[in-house]
């Protein structure tokens, strides 16, 4: 068979030099609709013949449909972009993981950005899905110093999941951070501990301060006191966590029992505790927050307030998808929806009576 213009040795094209659907009419003696009934299977039927002389133009050619034409005809792309912190956070690893299965069930591909916590980025990235056409974005905002959110969005579907800046207007879906702390905190008094302390989060992140203020609550109203020089603020790290714990050891009085704003700073702490020849929980009781994979295997293993992950991803995915709905429909739409999830205390064995 000859070759065609801007085929190689191989007859087929490089990317740049992709088939179109007019080469392969051209190949196999058809017209260019033709073409399009075999592919997308109608609307109108082709007799089997023909139908095999367009597969064969097709493998011959390596063509594949541009769904970039088709999306901009149909306006849907069934991309949907992932904006979040830092996809090295076992929490943001994790509901990556499971929005990506939810997307997949309904049809949707995701594409990923790390914003790295710098608000900059995370508005490069979110124009760049802008300009990729995704039909909606999921959001994990920035912890921006003033709170804001970038203005680069267009009209697109944005829902906001974990976390919401203060000034948030549209879609969200968070956890009960303040549930979560009064779990927490309920669960050491349970164990007799009177002297506890804290290793949380930047007290600007919204969610950061209501885990610290839900579990200060119960000990105010257990007429607990919560000692300052016991809490530390740290960054939501294993190293930030391993830091706090240190310098709360290196003091000459310690709690009995330690609350981390998540489970990367518990097992940062758990590390700095060991290190110390301290044993958990005979010496200390360590919790944690979100109950990563990772807190099943840390030793011993992880107490924690377990944030629902496929409930966060499935609620996220349904309210999006909600709002693609209404934008294809060129209808108003609903209000927006501030939506706060539940969550559950899982203890285990790092955990345990307060020492006499
Ligand atoms: O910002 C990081 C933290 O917030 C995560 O570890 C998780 O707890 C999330 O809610």
Redesign the pocket.
């Known amino acids: 068979m000859s070759r065609m213009a801007g085929e190689g040795a191989t007859g087929r094209r490089t990317w740049h030099e992709r088939a179109t659907r007019d080469d392969v009419a051209a190949r196999a003696g058809v017209s260019s609709a033709t073409v399009s009934y075999v592919v997308n299977n109608g609307p109108r039927p082709v007799a089997p013949e023909t139908r095999a002389r367009v597969l064969a133009a097709i493998a011959e050619l390596g063509y594949h449909p541009d769904n970039i034409a088709r999306s901009l005809r149909v306006r849907q792309t069934h991309v949907l972009g992932l904006v979040l912190?830092d996809s090295a956070?076992?929490?943001?690893a994790e509901l990556a993981r499971r929005l990506e299965l939810r997307a997949d069930e309904l049809g949707y591909s995701l594409l990923l950005c790390n914003s790295q916590e710098d608000v900059e980025r995370e508005a490069t990235h979110l124009a760049a899905l802008r300009d990729q056409r995704v039909d909606g974005i999921i959001l994990?905002p920035a912890?921006a110093p003033d709170g804001s959110v970038p203005s680069v969005l267009d009209g697109i579907p944005v829902v906001a999941l974990?976390?919401a800046p203060p000034d948030w207007t549209g879609d969200s879906v968070r956890?009960d951070?303040r549930q979560g702390g009064a779990l927490v905190a309920r669960h050491l008094l349970g164990l007799g501990h009177r002297r506890i302390g804290f290793i949380h989060?930047p007290l600007r992140?919204a969610?950061?301060r209501e885990r610290l203020e839900g579990a200060l609550l119960v000990l105010r109203e257990a007429a607990v006191q919560a000692r300052p020089e016991w809490s530390r603020p740290s960054s939501?790290d294993f190293a930030g966590g391993w830091e706090a714990a240190q310098a709360l050891l290196s003091q000459p009085d310690h709690p009995t029992a330690l609350c981390c704003?998540?489970?990367?700073m518990a097992i940062g702490a758990l590390a700095a505790l060991h290190a110390r020849g301290h044993r958990v929980p005979s010496d200390m009781s360590v919790t944690g927050?979100?109950d990563?994979p990772l807190a099943t295997y840390a030793i011993p293993a992880l107490t924690t307030v377990a944030?629902p992950f496929d409930a966060m991803a499935a609620t996220a995915l349904a309210t999006l998808l909600e709002r693609v709905g209404e934008v294809n429909a060129g209808g108003p739409g609903l209000p927006p929806r501030q939506q706060t999830l539940a969550i559950g205390l899982v203890v285990r064995g790092s955990t345990g009576p307060a020492r006499a």
């Open positions: 912190p956070n076992l929490f943001f994990v912890d974990d976390r956890t951070a989060g992140l969610h950061a939501f704003s998540n489970d990367a927050f979100d990563v944030q």
